[in-house]
């Protein structure tokens, strides 16, 4: 006589036997197992760093009373929280095409069950409640294909340094990165892995979890999975548009001000503060939250929280990038439309959507000019280190006072930060007309020690010590560039100093902020970037020499230069 096996039985078979694997396990031989040709040294220090958790399967009960009387069949225990399962949820509808995971009721269990030693451990129970529909054609090839089920290794005392190194380490063994998450309902973040082909154990998937938001980690994991998906890879490419837009409405909306990083607010309360449409802004904050800039509250499904990230929309915060987003979402986002144009003719597509450069066009809108030098001050933390740059400190030293002339430096960011770090030196800040005026009311108290005069680059003063150009050559071709560092040796005394800053190219296929910034300067100035070689031959056809650079933040540079 045939048996037929109901899928009720084959779940608690399944899950007896996912129990009984647990209760065996040594964490060092398991990740043996796992990672063939893990040993000695190297075994010892992953296994110092993470242990045996649980076993992970799928199943797919009619209801929550059936998961517990299946639960109870296998020897688990029935009682517990069914909390949901962001991750598994997502994976589930992007594997099969769902516009929306939460058409998919997935829950997540954990029974506890023992090890050898008496280690706390347990059978984890993803339950995907089935009954008919579209859940029910998942669940029967969920069931065959069993790609849910996974070993689990929780890292102990989590830090970036401890994920890069535990993820090299499996990496380096055979193992693929296969996706993951951040589950905000338990505040933990999961790595998934693909086992090596010669893995000894029955489990093809192994997942390390950290306790916490390590999603900074997370997205050098996922991204190296999708190097191995080329039309993945390019859809999210294709995609960053929208990405740049959501910010630029976030910003313009002011939605960040009408949130708290503490109190979790839906679309409905939101929506009259900001002037919107419920319906549309939930969508807008659903997109925000899978952008890392707010957070859906645990539990409390539909609201949602500023993150970190998204206090910096605000206009008031320290550090503010509302203005860059709003000038990457705005004119500078129209003018990339024109990208084509410009590699084909030279023509910055700037010049090509206004009719007149990059400048003149900001002259002629004093609202526009000064929100494009408000976004010039996101940038300012790559200035921290330069008031203690040799030059600056050495000419603070000097006796009688020393003068840094800052050319063409907006709003005196940079300056403020080198007259307040040494209160021996004066300050010149050339400028145009507009914005001599807002740099002069934002220095504050350190511009009784400044100068400011209106002009362009041949207007550059002579008899200072300290000569910067901050962020200025890479918005001219080669021959600006030349005149502009004529201009500069011919004012400069002889034993004056140049300090550049900027970003440099690098000489290798490397990726870089320079390189895109490379993009953008040809697009909407018909400037660009350079190699520090470039900027040497620059430098010496204008009788200047570079002395040498060193890094600052944000992969920008200061390069030293004098008279020859």
């Known amino acids: 006589m045939t048996t037929t096996t109901t899928p009720a039985s084959t779940d608690v078979e399944r899950l007896r036997a996912a129990a009984d694997f647990v209760r065996e396990q040594e964490t060092p031989d398991l990740l043996a197992r796992v990672l063939p040709g893990l040993d000695g040294p190297e075994l010892r220090a992953m296994t110092e760093r993470c242990r045996f958790a649980h076993a992970a399967l799928l199943v797919f009960p009619p209801g929550e009373r059936a998961l517990r009387a299946e639960l109870a069949a296998a020897g688990l225990s029935p009682d517990g929280e069914a909390r949901p399962s962001v ?31 008496g280690e706390g451990r347990a059978v984890e129970v993803f339950a995907l409640t089935a009954p008919t529909g579209s859940a029910a ?28 190194g535990l ?69 999210r490419l294709l995609t960053g548009a929208w990405t740049t837009q959501a910010l630029a409405a976030c910003a313009e909306l002011r939605l960040p001000e009408a949130m708290s990083p503490s109190t979790a607010r839906g679309a409905e309360e939101l929506a009259p503060v900001v002037g919107a449409r419920p319906e549309n802004l939930a969508t807008l904050l659903r997109y925000l939250a899978m952008v890392g800039v707010v957070a859906e509250e645990p539990g409390a499904r539909g609201t949602f929280r500023l993150t970190e990230a998204g206090l910096l929309l605000r206009e008031d915060a320290e550090g503010s990038v509302r203005a ?18 410009t590699v084909r003719t030279g023509e910055p597509g700037f010049e090509d959507r206004y ?18 030098d408000r976004s010039m001050t996101a940038s300012a933390p790559m200035f921290d280190p330069l008031p203690r740059h040799p030059v600056v400190t050495a ?34 800040l050339l400028e145009r007309a507009h914005v001599v005026e807002a740099a002069r009311a934002r220095l504050g108290t350190v ?25 200025v050559l890479h918005d001219w071709d080669d021959e600006r560039c030349r005149a502009i560092l004529r201009h500069c040796a011919a004012a400069m005394p002889p034993e004056a100093d140049l300090l550049i800053v ?41 009788g200047l020499a570079l002395v040498g650079h060193s890094p600052l933040p944000l992969e920008a540079h200061v390069l030293h230069a004098r008279r020859r």
């Open 87 to 117: 991750v598994v949820r997502e994976r589930l509808a992007a594997r099969h095409g769902l516009g929306y995971a939460g058409e998919l009721d997935v829950r997540i269990l954990r029974p506890a069950v023992y090890g050898p030693g």
């Open 137 to 164: 054609t998942i669940a029967a090839e969920e069931r065959a294909a069993d790609r849910e089920a996974h070993l689990a290794f929780d890292v102990e005392r989590p830090d970036p340094l401890v994920l890069r």
């Open 167 to 235: 993820r090299a380490g499996f990496l380096r063994h055979g193992a693929a990165p296969d996706g993951g998450g951040y589950n905000p309902h338990e505040d933990g973040t999961v790595f998934y892995f693909a086992a090596p082909d010669e893995t000894k154990t029955p489990y093809r998937r192994v997942e390390l979890y950290a306790r916490g938001d390590h999603r900074d980690v997370l997205a050098e994991h996922l991204d190296e999975r999708r190097a191995a998906h080329p039309a993945e890879t390019l859809l």
């Open 324 to 341: 860059l987003a709003l000038m990457y979402g705005g004119p500078f986002y129209e003018s990339f439309a024109r990208l084509t144009h």
């Open 355 to 372: 009719g007149e450069n990059h400048f003149d066009h900001f002259a002629h809108d004093p609202e526009l000019a000064a929100r494009f």
């Open 395 to 428: 000419a603070a030293a000097a006796p009688g006072g020393r003068t840094v002339v800052d050319i063409a430096g907006g709003t005196g960011e940079l300056l403020g930060r080198l007259l307040t770090a040494h209160p021996t030196l004066r300050g010149v």
């Open 447 to 471: 511009a009784e020690r400044c100068a400011f005069l209106t002009g362009d680059f041949a207007d550059v003063p002579a008899d200072g010590d300290v000569y910067v150009l901050s962020r």
């Open 502 to 542: 900027e970003r440099l190219l690098p000489v290798d296929p490397s990726p870089s902020l320079a390189t895109a910034w490379d993009l953008h300067m040809m697009c909407n100035t018909g400037g660009r970037e350079r190699t520090a070689a470039a900027y040497a031959r620059l430098l010496a056809d204008a």
